[in-house]
């Protein structure tokens, strides 16, 4: 874990701070928008250049953990956040988009940090994520259509054109690029090595250039934000129970089911405000609902990791005893 990954919060929070004090200066107000979509590609083109998308067929192996994990990620979480939107977000379509939005993307980078501080199985949770990559490229648009369609925000046709810009091409051009760099894997290893900070770079520039260009209408809206805390709070609260309980039903042992549960938990806000990003550009409370994502997540999975350890401490005490 590198030091911009133990920061990424904070760093999060600056990029936004550093956006709305740069967006008081028109010269940078005016054209920060520009440098969204280029930085957004290159961060998600470098992201998918990490991820080994060729070894999906690594997730069969386990099948019941991958059919578990497949459902509880892409059939009662997008249902579920519906439901909580329905609840507490139906009159704040921007709020209601983004939260959908963040919910309905699995992690595909900072679970496996966690799963590995509550000694869960890594090598099973990585196996799952080019899976979970994949299906949520192919079904956020489907997500949104379903979900998000009916406030009357998406238009369909550029839906489909920013999903084809910003995650399809990057996509392609990592496979292209892992494809050829196969054939030297010493020098793949060592450029892909280079590389992994750069996407925590190219996000933070990418939300000072969104900030920057949308601070001001941002700024006279931060009061909406607190409606999005009590689902998002229920949707980790809810979905840890829930997937403890899939877990032993299923009788994973405890380092699957410390896999299981941070797989189904983690949240994938990078890509999420990709296309927000773009697909959205007028509607910047989508994309902040986006930011505060990971700003509540990354505290909520350390305290869910060490929650995990102290439930295996108390499983193994009271095995001891009987």
């Not at 760093?11 to 107000?29: E, H, K, P, T």
């Not at 941070?262 to 930011?291: G, Y």
Request: one cysteine or more; hydrophobic letters at 60%.
């Amino acid at each position: 874990m590198s030091l911009l990954e133990k920061f990424y919060s904070i760093i999060i929070l600056l990029s936004v701070v550093l956006g709305l004090g740069l967006g008081n200066f028109m010269i940078v107000a005016n054209d920060a928008d520009l440098f969204i979509v280029p930085l957004l590609i290159g961060m998600l083109y470098i992201t998918f250049l990490q991820i080994p998308i060729e070894d999906i067929k690594d997730s069969f192996k386990n099948i019941r953990f991958t059919y578990a994990t497949v459902i509880m990620n892409f059939v009662w979480t997008p249902l579920f956040a519906w439901l909580l939107a329905y609840i507490f977000l139906a009159e704040h379509p921007a709020l209601w988009i983004g939260f959908i939005m963040l919910m309905v993307t699995p992690c595909t980078d900072w679970y496996l940090i966690f799963t590995g501080m509550a000694r869960g199985n890594v090598a099973l949770s990585t196996t799952i994520l080019p899976l979970n990559l994949i299906l949520q490229v192919l079904l956020l648009p489907l997500y949104l259509l379903l979900f998000g369609g009916a406030k009357g925000t998406i238009e369909i046709s550029f839906l489909v054109e920013c999903v084809l810009i910003v995650l399809i091409i990057p996509l392609l051009l990592a496979f292209i690029t892992k494809s050829i760099l196969s054939k030297k894997k010493h020098i793949e290893d060592k450029i892909l090595s280079n590389l992994s900070i750069f996407p925590i770079i190219f996000l933070s520039l990418a939300i000072v250039a969104m900030f920057a260009s949308q601070g001001s209408l941002l700024l006279n809206h931060l009061d909406l934000l607190l409606k999005i805390l009590i689902p998002i709070l229920l949707f980790f609260v809810v979905n840890f129970m829930i997937g403890q309980k899939v877990a032993s039903q299923c009788q994973f042992p405890y380092e699957d089911k410390v896999s299981f549960n941070l797989t189904t938990l983690a949240r994938n806000s990078p890509i999420a405000l990709a296309i927000a990003m773009t697909a959205f550009p007028n509607q910047p409370l989508i994309a902040l609902t986006l930011v505060i994502g990971p700003l509540l997540e990354l505290p909520i999975l350390a305290l869910v990791a060490q929650l995990l350890l102290l439930l295996r401490k108390r499983e193994d005490k009271e095995k001891h005893t009987t």
